[in-house]
Antibody, heavy 118, light 110 residues
């Protein structure tokens, strides 16, 4: 069974930085991608970023050039560095796995709250 | 990266069926058979109920079904139960290597 645990997050002022981590366990398919989806308060889901098993990384336009996604060499921990944060980045950030063959978000973490406010 | 279009709300009585639509473009829904649907309850993580347009993950009730025609995908929930209440989001893979979500539909079981 896949288990995803987010850590980090918290409160920061606009223009500040925060980091999120996601530790993945139980992932048996080497082709599984890891990524982030967020949900702002009272809003819908928004895809944020993804890292393919081969290392390619993609970002939503809304976070491009501000967020950086990376992972450790074991491919079991993923990091999201968020810089120049905006009020509209406030959300619960969910760590997700994506099945490479079916391209859907098949496992979700419980989420980490990021609040950007002055 | 425009969001997919879903109705904000849907409702039905217990035992009835309800269908939720999800409209995109030829660059996402219409261009790929990678449409998925997620059920979300307040305070919980989303759960996939349909993937690849019409496939159900193991453990998801067969009361959930999906389809697609052109740029519009649909989720049908049959035999509505009170536990089906919640928010439903569609999602599609899109070129080039991005994912888009719908705005969500709140399903109410009357």
């Amino acid at each position: 069974e896949v288990h995803l645990v987010e850590s980090g997050g918290g409160a920061v002022q606009p223009g500040g930085s925060l980091g999120l981590s996601c530790e993945a366990s139980g992932v048996t398919d080497a082709k599984t991608y890891l990524g982030w989806v967020r949900q702002a308060p009272g809003k819908g889901l928004e895809w944020v970023s993804i890292i393919y098993s081969g290392g390619s990384i993609y970002y939503a336009d809304s976070v491009k050039h501000r967020f950086v996604l990376s992972r450790d060499s074991s491919k079991k921990t993923m990091y999201l560095q968020m810089d120049n944060l905006r009020v509209e980045d406030s959300a619960v950030y969910f760590c997700v796995t994506v099945a490479a063959a079916s391209l859907h978000f098949d496992n979700w973490g419980k989420g980490a709250l990021v609040t950007v406010s002055s | 990266q425009s969001a997919l279009t879903q109705p904000p709300s849907a409702s039905g009585s217990p035992g009835q069926s309800v269908t939720i639509s999800c409209t995109g473009t030829s660059s996402d829904v219409g261009g790929f058979n990678f449409v998925s649907w997620y059920q979300k309850h307040p305070g919980e993580a989303p759960k996939v109920v349909i993937y690849e347009v019409n496939k159900r993950p193991s453990g998801v009730s067969d009361r959930f079904s999906g389809s697609k025609s052109g740029n519009t995908a649909s989720l049908t929930v049959s035999g509505l139960r009170t536990e089906d209440e919640g928010d439903y989001f569609c999602s599609s893979f899109a070129d080039p290597a991005v994912w888009v979500f719908g705005g969500g539909t709140r399903l109410t079981v009357l």
